[in-house]
């Protein structure tokens, strides 16, 4: 089924980018005053246009917080606003307007409806350390830029490092870093989170130097420089898959060795917000993922049965049996539903007599009678 929605959001898309990567609608809004009123008739514009792509599939229902966050921030989608007529009243201002979104296919309206779908809005949480003068430590200014960013990319499960880190430990997330503990060590369990930005900073400072013209060498000024560098790594948590790496680099000046330091985070905070964003939407660009299936089952054809009801299930392009023995199965199923979505669609498919034990987004645990 998300197969179908993605195909025809593609087609619609198409079709409508080469006339003017627009759609114009003469819309109705109301409001306390004008600027509300035309608030209003925004909103109700691109909840229109996008209608037409998000009703195509009843699975909408799904995802309706997550449209909702896209409706609040209407304005930014679109072209020109062309007010009618306007008129006042005991019960306030009503606006009629013609308004443009934008359905340009690389436009943001289509990337975030696009992407929200295909990731389905998972929880991610950043958490980035460096070396202090207290030792290892968390830094909040590279964790607030980058969830900065993934909330103007229309994310709204972005989870603060400290609801998410059950042992607020930065020695252990440092070992984890280097992949001397497993990462579940930190996290909290009682919290769901399908992805963590894990990021290091380094880096040095002193004072600046300039050349000495008179005596020759070098001599130092009153301003203080720094340099750091931020390694970042983005993890599926449930699976411990690495989906992108990427470094950044930042610099300051200043009369002070802390302000010259926190100039160059941000600077190199900036610019990882921004990888971060890129490697998302490659993530989210890919139509199809893998879910693990974990089965104990009794003997083959019951197995063979399972794949072939897999195989027949909407949204699900190849199904492959990894292992078998003592009782033990392992399937590859590449589809575009997650694990919970794909163990319902199964169950309405199949006559096996199933038990499940654990479902993630990629993993699913199973007994077959």
Known sequence: MRKKFLLMLSAMMIAAAPITDAQEVTVE????????????????????????????????????VEIDEIYKKSQGYVKSINVLSETRSAEGCRVRARIDVDTDPNGKLMNEIAMLYRLNDPRIAVIVIQNGN??????????????????????????????????????????????????????????????????????????????NYNGGGMTATALQGARVKLNCRVIKYDTGTLVGTFETEGSGLDGMSNRATEIAIKQASNAAAEALSNTFRRFGSVSTDKVQFNVLVGNYDLLDQLRRDLQNTDGVQNVHIREFRNGKAVLDVETTHKGNVLIQLLKQKTSLSMTVQGVSNSTVQLSIN
């Open 29 to 64: 809004g109301v409001g306390n005053d004008r600027d509300s009123a035309t608030r209003d008739a925004i909103r109700i514009a691109v909840e229109q246009v996008s209608g037409a792509y998000l009703n195509a599939d009843t699975l909408v229902r799904d995802l309706a």
């Open 134 to 211: 207290e030792g290892i430590q968390h830094n909040s200014t590279a964790e607030t830029a980058m969830n900065s960013k993934l909330l103007s990319m229309g994310f709204s499960h972005v989870e603060d490092a400290e609801h998410v880190i059950r042992r607020n430990d930065a020695q252990l997330l440092n070992a984890i870093y280097e992949n001397q503990a497993p990462l579940n060590d930190a996290i909290d369990k009682d919290i769901s989170i399908d992805y963590i930005v894990l990021g290091r900073l380094t880096g040095y400072n002193g004072a600046m130097q300039v050349p």
